[in-house]
């Protein structure tokens, strides 16, 4: 079931990926795979890690709607950033190891986030509406504080923030794409053994309960997976609004199923199909100056209001 | 004392409060020379008044807005109004570079207009049991009418200027540099004489219509009142998301739903929110200063929460 699909999604990555590294090359094949291999991999990582959070986080929050940054997920990482910045001082931040520091900024959060989303998953779980709204502002509200502080802090210090708090997929951070591929990964298998258990706790809170799967408990052990793995992108890449939900949108529009199984891997294909792809396309074919995010956020925000629309008329 | 007089009161201090605010010192007793009167005619003075006309503006044109879309949780700023109306400019100063400010600004209030236009065509279809979906569908649809302006931008080269008029700030008014606001001002009060039929307009069309309103019209030129002032507010001092919907909300639980009481009431808190939040804004890091535009994201975004999950859940 679907399997042939999963591999059709897996041979068109490949190509994309073929096409990443190997069109347009002036000079040096080598040179070039070297430094294009660096930045393929991050896309790869940043693609799986986003497309896995937002289909988790949809089952758990039983929403095709909601994703981690739109309720401010990223936002929070960027706010702890800033936070570390203004409370250490810019030197002592740029004198810790870099690798620390995001694994310290990621347990921070994924703390944060257990607390705040989960107690806001419980609460309000019945009233969707509600629940995305509170999102939304919730993170217009991150945003704020995070923008207060930036101001707050000197130019010098500002500058180190200021890689965290803006997209660019052309761009990402390739110094801590060690750590980053061992941590996303370490979730993405956890994600993975997680998949019957999310394909029960899909179910909805009672049927997962009377089918003997605690319903709180997976959602902090997926809450706690999703945040590591919008940590680690957020930390690559920088915040991407609909990126989520339009890797989400497409899986299922592909995939019309609700085993994990299927879901999970492909999620994170066409994911990595659409930033390999989206790039090179960008890049090589139509020459464009505009960066990724916004085409993504653009398409993204469109996918949405349809979404949102044949939801309500269903 | 009655209500409107002490808001009256409280707002009146903290306009005067806020001529004494800024990166060069001052205080009462320097009033006498003639250095100080240059500063609070040039600077202080067109500041504290932009401040004022923008926040009574901008919660006027929520409250209408409100009632039009019968909707207590929508506000122009967050609902594609704002972002049209900066996607218009954009275009404006692209096509034809050369154009009067005066032209720039009516085109930019009516691409604001036309936002509007599209917002209600969106939200009429949506179903009247989901209330929240409508402010939902609001911020989507002004985030994808703002990623265009963004891509726009980024391709002339013109990114700066979006993020001027996206946060919104008082940092740069000075005598010269903000009557038009008073035209915002003006458009606002004058939706006053129309208070009573804007009243009308949140019991619905058909209610409406059958009081013998002229429901299109009014509603038309509601839209227009939101267009006129967002745009201009956009324009001189850039967005301010929240007034318009966190000031309207607390002073229909004080004052009711009859315009003509509360309407006042409404433009005065919106004053004195944003002159306060702008205070905060430059003491916070003085001699610096933030954009009002992030202080009133937090207090609102607070605020709005509480809307949502306080008392006011009966709203929803």
């Known amino acids: 079931m679907y399997h042939n699909r999963l591999l059709l999604l897996g041979a068109l990555c490949l190509a994309a990926v073929a096409a990443y590294l190997f069109t347009g090359v002036k000079g040096s094949l080598e040179f070039a795979l070297m430094f294009r291999g660096k930045k393929l991999l991050a896309l790869l990582l940043i693609g799986a890690a986003q497309g896995v959070a937002a289909v988790m986080f949809q089952t758990i929050s039983g929403n095709r709607l909601l994703t981690p940054a739109l309720m401010g997920f990223d936002a929070l990482y960027v706010l702890i950033l800033s936070a570390a910045v203004v409370v250490l001082g810019a030197p002592a931040y740029q004198q810790l190891d870099p690798g620390l520091l995001m694994l310290v900024n990621a347990t921070l959060m994924s703390g944060a986030a257990v607390a705040l989303f989960g107690l806001l998953l419980r609460k309000s779980a019945a009233d969707m509406m509600r629940m995305l709204l509170t999102g939304v502002v919730l993170a217009v509200m991150l945003r704020s504080i995070t923008g207060l502080l930036q101001r707050v802090i000197d130019p010098s210090e500002y500058a180190v923030v200021q890689a965290a708090s803006y997209a660019r997929f052309s ?11 061992a941590l996303c990964l370490g979730a993405l298998v956890l994600a993975w053994r997680m998949r019957h258990r999310l394909d029960v706790l899909a179910l909805g809170p009672v049927a997962a309960t009377s089918l003997g799967e605690p319903p709180l408990r997976g959602q902090r052990g997926a809450l706690l997976l999703i945040s590591i793995l919008v940590a680690v992108s957020t ?10 939900l339009l890797v989400s949108a497409l899986t299922y529009l592909v995939l019309p199923t609700h085993r994990h199984a ?22 090589r074919v139509f020459a464009f100056a505009t960066p990724l995010s916004v ?15 044949k939801g309500v008329n269903r | 004392m009655s209500r409107p007089a002490l808001g009256l009161l409280l707002l009146c201090l903290l306009f005067v409060g806020s001529l004494f605010v800024g990166a060069t010192p001052l205080v009462p007793a320097d009033l006498l020379t003639a250095e100080a009167w240059a500063l609070i005619r040039d600077s202080r003075l ?17 409250q209408i807005m409100q009632l039009i879309a019968r909707n207590r949780f929508v506000e122009p700023m967050t609902a594609g109004t704002g972002q049209s109306a900066m996607l218009g400019l ?13 032209v720039k600004m009516a085109l930019a209030a009516l691409a ?16 009247p049991q989901e209330p929240l979906l409508v402010p939902l569908v609001g911020i989507v649809y002004g985030g994808v009418i703002g990623s265009t302006a963004v891509y726009i931008a980024f391709q002339i080269d013109l990114l700066q200027y979006l993020d001027i008029w996206m946060t919104g700030e008082f940092s740069g008014t000075m005598r010269g540099r903000y009557e038009l606001l008073w035209v915002a001002g003006g458009v606002a009060a004058l939706s006053y004489l129309v208070a009573d039929q804007f009243s009308i307009l949140g019991l619905g069309e058909a209610v409406s219509l059958n009081l013998g309103l002229n429901y299109r019209q009014v509603v038309l030129s509601g839209l227009v009142v939101i267009s006129v002032v967002t745009g201009l507010t956009v324009v001189t001092v850039g967005a301010i998301p929240f007034v318009g919907l966190v000031v309207p909300n607390l002073v229909s639980r004080i004052a009711g739903d009859n315009l003509r009481r509360s309407l006042p009431l409404t433009a005065m808190a919106g004053a004195a929110l944003v002159l306060a939040s702008d205070i905060f804004a430059r003491l916070v890091v003085h001699p610096f200063e933030v954009p009002v535009a992030t202080v009133i994201g937090m207090i609102g975004a607070a605020l709005f929460l509480w809307m949502l999950y306080g008392r006011g859940q009966h709203v929803s």
Do not use: N
């Not at chain 1, 761009?171 to 591929?181: I, M, N, V």
């Open chain 1, 262 to 283: 299927i879901l999970l891997p492909g999620a994170a294909l066409i994911a990595g199909l659409v930033l390999v792809g989206g790039q090179w396309a960008l890049e």
């Open chain 2, 46 to 62: 067109p500041r504290a008044f932009a401040v004022v006309l923008s926040g009574a503006a901008l919660a006027i044109a929520g």
């Open chain 2, 112 to 127: 604001a207009l036309l936002g509007s236009l599209g917002f209600f065509a969106i939200t009429r279809r949506l179903p």
């Open chain 1, 235 to 244: 930390a690559l890449v920088g915040p991407v609004a609909f990126f989520g």
């Open chain 1, 295 to 309: 085409v993504v956020d653009f398409l993204g925000g469109l996918v949405f209001l349809l979404l949102l629309l």
């Open chain 2, 90 to 102: 954009l275009l404006v100063s692209l096509l034809m570079p050369g154009a009067e400010i005066g």
């Open chain 1, 171 to 181: 761009r990402a951070e390739t110094d801590l794409l060690g750590l980053s591929a």
